[in-house]
């Protein structure tokens, strides 16, 4: 299985993964078109004894001591609520639900998630999020996105200047987005949640609010896998 090996632009004070207390969301409201019959995305077998959900909480566990974890969830909400009942009972976890996931969009999602965190430090994962192998560093205070370079990028992604910084995201753009970010400070969580909170925005994808975040002042930097180490 190939490791996640990211090169960042940001040269400053890390944040203590061992002491200092993070939030982290994991998007698991939606489905996969054409396999809603299989069920919920977490609830994917990732490997022979391992689902979806169980190999992002390892991958949190292995990387950080001090963390909660807060899962929105939609569709089928009832069968994750059983399995991290069972199985997670001594977790620092919650589940809360967006139960208009069919008509909303992430968006909405982040922001129920949100509105159950009192946090600076907060890290959003994606359901089909590959982070198997990942080392979330990050420096204390900054907003990150994390991409990879790919020869043609059909799906969402950013377009970066040339101190790393995202300048602006779309469909097709030159990096494809993982499915995963950081937000670190204060000002930038309390930015996206007023933008949040604009009702069309309850019908808009993540990285429409990656952009708002942007246009109002929010530095975001980037992590970006190269080609060589995508091939590993």
Sequence with gaps: MKKNRYITSAKEKKLDNKKDFVSIIFLYDNYVYRRKSYG???LFEASEDKKIIDQHIQSIKNNFSN????ICGGFECD???RYVDEKYYNENIRIVENQLFEKTNDCESIRIALNNIKNK???IISALSNIN???FNITDGQNKVYLSQVDRNTDIGANINQHGNVEHMCFGAKYAW????WMNNT????TARKILFIDNFKSKLWFEL??????RNINISSEIATKEENKK
């Design 40 to 42: 919920p995305i977490p």
């Design 67 to 70: 963390f909660e974890i807060v």
């Design 79 to 81: 069968k994750l609520i």
């Design 121 to 123: 430090n907060v890290l």
């Design 133 to 135: 192998d990942m080392q």
């Design 178 to 181: 993982e499915g995963i970010m």
């Design 187 to 190: 000002e930038c969580i309390d």
């Design 210 to 215: 990656v952009n708002g975040l942007i246009e």
